[in-house]
Structure formats: structure tokens, C-alpha cells
Nanobody, 119 residues
């Protein structure tokens, strides 16, 4: 079964850190740009960060730049989001996404993991 499964969410206090993981199964993430998105209550899903196929290029939304780090380990078929200096406004369901590229036409979303940050 082709899927992405997120883990690592939970409850944190402001200023603390969490690390999210997103494991692919049934396909290789190596042929995909991998991204993290989040959806806060009552809001639309929003892009957070992306990492290039070979991991050399990363981009971030301004709201998380300098606090979050996206990385990937293609040998483990896993992408990560290290979230530091968490703020209450980071509270959301976090989703990972595998974008189609010239290497793979698959377009896959994970089921999401809840992150709640208290002040």
C-alpha cells in the first residue's frame, strides 16, 4: 500500500521542541520533493517547508524560518521536521506530502499528526 505516515506530534509548551517524522511505504520518497503543510482549526491547509529530491535545497514559510528544519533520509524513506522555539500559533495538524516530479507521478498525502503548543 502506497502511503505516508506521520508521527511525533503531541503537546508541547511554548519554547519547547518537537520532531515530526514522515515514513513512506509502498514507494520510494527518493523521487519526490517532500513537503510539510499544516492546518490550524478553522483555517485552510498552509505550506510550511519543502526539501528537494536530493536534499540539497530547502525552503520555508516566513512564519517558521529560523525555527523549523526540514530534512530527509532517503535510505530510511523518511522525511523529518524539527520544530524549535514552538509558539502557540504553531498549533495545527501537520501533514507531509510527496509531490510528483519527472521521476515519479505519485502525489501522496499523509493522514496528519496533531501538534498542540500551550502558552
Amino acid at each position: 500500500q502506497v502511503q505516508l505516515v506521520e508521527s511525533g506530534g503531541g503537546l508541547a509548551q511554548a519554547g519547547e521542541s518537537l520532531r515530526l517524522s514522515c515514513a513512506g511505504s509502498g514507494f520510494s520518497i527518493g523521487g519526490h520533493v517532500m513537503s510539510w503543510y499544516r492546518q490550524a482549526p478553522g483555517k485552510e491547509r498552509a505550506w510550511v517547508a519543502s526539501i528537494a529530491v536530493l536534499g540539497g535545497g530547502t525552503t520555508y514559510d516566513d512564519s517558521v524560518k529560523g525555527r523549523f528544519i526540514i530534512s530527509r533520509d532517503n535510505s530510511k524513506n523518511t522525511v523529518y521536521l524539527q520544530m524549535n522555539s514552538l509558539k502557540p500559533e504553531d498549533t495545527a495538524v501537520y501533514f507531509c506530502h510527496a509531490s510528483p516530479t519527472i521521476l515519479s507521478i505519485l502525489d501522496i498525502w499523509g493522514q496528519g499528526t496533531q501538534v498542540t503548543v500551550s502558552s
